[in-house]
């Protein structure tokens, strides 16, 4: 049981920091794809969710090292890792925050959706469970609403902080 179980707090994690994205991401290119003002918006905040993905690989990156604290030995990373191929695949996010990779949007909606399947399967096993636990589909949505939301916070308040920098900048120079 407390394998199980740790395996599901691991999928749990991937789902909170990755399993957001590939909705956000096609809500906004196809915000962005409109003929209105609004679509200039939506443009500029899209252009920077592969930084925010990033941003969450490297956020995954900080929580699995509390988690393993104060033994970064590779014996009890390997004993704490319930899924160390999907790890891998999670920590290679960070490849996104290279200019060269962010740019090819389209290569993080790829490389997400493996973090929406797992999102989709373990909907899919709270349903067929639901008659001995509804608290596992429960925290699921949940977890995945706050992957949500932090996909739509984050890239805003980024696009925000380059405003704002862009035009401090701005000021100083003329």
Same mark, same amino acid.
């Given at each position: 049981?407390?394998?199980?179980?740790?395996?599901?707090?691991?999928?749990?994690e991937?789902?909170a920091?990755?399993?957001g994205?590939?909705?956000i991401?096609?809500?906004?290119?196809y /915000?962005?794809?409109?003929? @209105?003002n609004?679509?200039?918006?939506?443009?500029?905040?899209?252009?920077? /969710?592969?930084?925010?993905y990033?941003i969450a690989g490297?956020?995954?990156?900080g929580?699995?090292l509390?988690?393993?604290?104060?033994?970064?030995?590779?014996?009890?990373?390997?004993?704490?890792?319930?899924?160390?191929?999907?790890?891998?695949? +999670?920590?290679?996010?960070?490849?996104f +925050?290279?200019?060269?990779?962010?740019?090819?949007?389209?290569?993080?909606?790829l490389?997400s959706?493996?973090?929406?399947l797992?999102f989709?399967?373990?909907?899919? @096993?709270g349903?067929?469970n639901?008659?001995?636990?509804?608290?596992?589909?429960? @925290?699921?949505?949940?977890?995945?609403?706050?992957?949500?939301?932090?996909y739509?916070?984050?890239?805003?308040?980024?696009?925000?902080?380059?405003?704002?920098?862009?035009?401090?900048k701005?000021?100083?120079?003329?």
């Open positions: 049981m407390g394998s199980d179980f740790l395996a599901y707090l691991q999928m749990l991937f789902i920091f990755f399993a994205y590939p909705l991401y096609t809500i906004l290119r /915000l962005s794809a409109q003929k @209105n609004a679509a200039i918006f939506f443009s500029k905040i899209y252009e920077f /969710l592969p930084s925010t990033a490297t956020l995954y990156i929580l699995q509390k988690n393993i604290y104060p033994d970064y030995s590779l014996e009890n990373v390997i004993r704490t890792i319930q899924h160390p191929a999907i790890a891998i695949w +999670a920590v290679s996010t960070v490849a +925050a290279l200019t060269v990779i962010a740019k090819k949007s389209f290569l993080s909606l490389h959706l493996v973090f929406f797992l989709a399967i373990e909907i899919a @096993n349903y067929s639901m008659s001995t636990d509804g608290s596992r589909l429960h @925290n699921t949505m949940n977890i995945y609403t706050a992957s949500l939301l932090f739509i916070i984050a890239p805003i308040t980024i696009f925000s902080i380059s405003r704002i920098v862009l035009y401090t701005d000021l100083f120079n003329h």
